[in-house]
């Protein structure tokens, strides 16, 4: 149950943060179009996802809690432990996207005041998303103590964010102030994605397999122990690469976004599975 309450965290708030993300750059993209204004009206119904996912994200970490509703005690201590600055990076950045989220609903001509709480909330995503990494780059987990972990996270921002973009924007009749081809351009950067982090996968199992022993055993774990995982995370990717693909093709790609986005999380979702999976201490 813990693990899975931190897969559910980790999936859901690195979501947030890529979608968060996502939204922001089609803003800037077009805001000299159509205007900034118009442009918060058009993305407020996807914005406001955002502080949904990072708050079912802290709620499915209380999960993970012994004591859930002493939650409040876990950043107290934020000079010396990663965890402690994750959970108040979460904290901060939900708040940060509930309030641009509400400003985009409520007050969309409010540029200013917008474009501050826009880069903080940014800031605090990127900051965020760091935290996460190096509380798992654990000496005692070489297969979590390496570049890939980082590199995994942020791929998972990249691509749920991407993906859940583009099709929150081709989802009905397109507001104007939205770019035709945004939805394409955003499937386009999952696609590209999708083909790093198989790479990405690809170095983790040969790392995996040239390390120690606690290595080689965690490589068994995912190859032999849970193959099905590794093959629903191979054959999920791919199909979801395929369907981003057509979607950069087709003009109204928007059945093909909902599969990409499903495929998308299936994979995402056995990837981080094996990521917990791949949990061998080494040493003290």
């Known amino acids: ?127 965020l998303l760091r935290a996460m990494s190096r509380a798992y780059r654990l000496r005692t987990v070489p297969a979590w103590d390496a570049w890939t972990t980082p590199a995994a996270f942020l791929g998972t921002a990249l691509l749920l964010g991407s993906v859940g973009a583009a099709t929150a924007l081709s989802a009905g009749p397109r507001p104007v102030a939205v770019p035709e081809n945004a939805p394409g351009y955003l499937a386009l950067a999952a696609l590209a994605v999708l083909l790093a982090e198989q790479m990405v996968l690809l170095a983790w199992t040969r790392r995996l397999a040239g390390g120690p022993k606690a290595s080689r055993e965690a490589l068994r774990r995912i190859v032999v122990g849970r193959k099905s995982w590794l093959l629903a995370r191979l054959v999920a990717g791919g199909l979801s690469a395929v369907a981003c693909a057509a979607a950069v093709l087709l003009i109204r790609p928007e059945e093909v976004l909902r599969l990409a986005l499903v495929l998308a999380l299936t994979a995402e979702l056995f990837g981080r599975l094996l990521f917990y999976e791949a949990r061998v201490r080494e040493g003290l």
């Open 1 to 127: 149950m813990r693990d899975r309450s931190l897969v559910a965290f980790t999936l859901l708030t690195q979501w947030g943060v890529g979608l968060f993300w996502a939204l922001l750059a089609v803003r800037l993209w077009s805001a000299r179009t159509a205007g900034w204004p118009a442009l918060e009206s058009a993305t407020a119904g996807a914005q406001a996802a955002v502080p949904v996912l990072a708050a079912l994200g802290i709620a499915a970490s209380l999960l993970h809690l012994g004591r859930p509703f002493r939650f409040w005690r876990a950043p107290t201590n934020l000079g010396r432990s990663w965890l402690s600055r994750e959970v108040l990076l979460a904290a901060l950045f939900l708040g940060a996207c509930a309030f641009c989220a509400a400003l985009a609903l409520w007050a969309p001509g409010e540029v200013f005041l917008k474009g501050v709480a826009d880069g903080a909330g940014a800031l605090l995503g990127a900051a």
